[in-house]
């Protein structure tokens, strides 16, 4: 009996690519469900519950410290967790200023796993425009997360990375800062 139970958990068990492929695709039709038909309007309860849907699995603190390279470890532990947290608003609301886009239809070229770490390869569909969406993720205890989102064969992080570091050498790091609670409170 407990060799046959055994047998059913193994063939129910995913593969990593598998596992990535249906957390993406879940949070996706969730998304699509939220939105509802094209023209639709939403309610800020709506907005707020996709917002958290599409970063749910974004890890804010990866590309927070990859956008501020060697200038992170040399922050006091509160000003690090705060960067993070005005990082994290700044994308998440971005990620809000075209929903539509969310309606497209995703096709899975590829994912390749390599212990921890996996590269998404897929393309978005909408109104006869294919775009590249990539995602590099990592598994996080047992979840996977998205360290870095490249559309169009633009990196998020490295674009976050060069404007980050354009500022910290030109005016500093409390600059950088100063600009980021600016920008996250008009969020």
Same mark, same amino acid.
């Given at each position: 009996m407990l060799w046959a139970l055994a047998i059913v958990t193994i063939a129910e068990?995913?593969?990593?690519?598998?596992?990535?492929?249906?957390?993406?695709?879940? %949070? &996706? @039709?969730?998304?699509?469900? +939220?939105?509802?038909?094209?023209?639709?309007?939403?309610?800020?309860?709506?907005r707020a519950e996709i917002k958290d849907i599409i970063n749910g699995v974004i890890d804010f603190e990866s590309m927070a410290k990859y956008a501020l390279e060697d200038t992170y470890d040399t922050l006091s532990t509160d000003i690090q967790t705060e960067f993070v947290e005005l990082f994290a608003?700044?994308? %998440? &609301? @971005?990620?809000?200023?075209? +929903?539509?886009?969310?309606?497209?239809?995703?096709?899975?070229?590829?994912?390749?796993?390599?212990?921890?770490?996996?590269?998404v390869k897929t393309y978005a569909e909408l109104d006869d425009i294919r775009t590249p969406v990539d995602y590099t993720m990592v598994k996080e205890g047992n979840e996977w997360v998205i360290t870095d989102l490249i559309l169009d064969e633009v990196s998020t992080a490295e674009s976050y990375n060069r404007q980050f570091q354009r500022i910290i050498k030109r005016k500093g790091f409390d600059s950088l800062l100063s600009t980021l609670r600016k920008r996250a409170s008009k969020a």
């Amino acid at each position: 009996m407990l060799w046959a139970l055994a047998i059913v958990t193994i063939a129910e068990a995913q593969t990593p690519e598998q596992e990535i492929k249906t957390l993406l695709e879940e %949070r &996706d @039709q969730q998304v699509k469900n +939220l939105l509802g038909p094209e023209g639709s309007e939403y309610s800020d309860e709506q907005r707020a519950e996709i917002k958290d849907i599409i970063n749910g699995v974004i890890d804010f603190e990866s590309m927070a410290k990859y956008a501020l390279e060697d200038t992170y470890d040399t922050l006091s532990t509160d000003i690090q967790t705060e960067f993070v947290e005005l990082f994290a608003t700044i994308v %998440r &609301d @971005q990620s809000l200023n075209k +929903l539509d886009i969310y309606r497209a239809e995703v096709t899975y070229n590829s994912i390749t796993v390599d212990g921890n770490e996996a590269m998404v390869k897929t393309y978005a569909e909408l109104d006869d425009i294919r775009t590249p969406v990539d995602y590099t993720m990592v598994k996080e205890g047992n979840e996977w997360v998205i360290t870095d989102l490249i559309l169009d064969e633009v990196s998020t992080a490295e674009s976050y990375n060069r404007q980050f570091q354009r500022i910290i050498k030109r005016k500093g790091f409390d600059s950088l800062l100063s600009t980021l609670r600016k920008r996250a409170s008009k969020a």
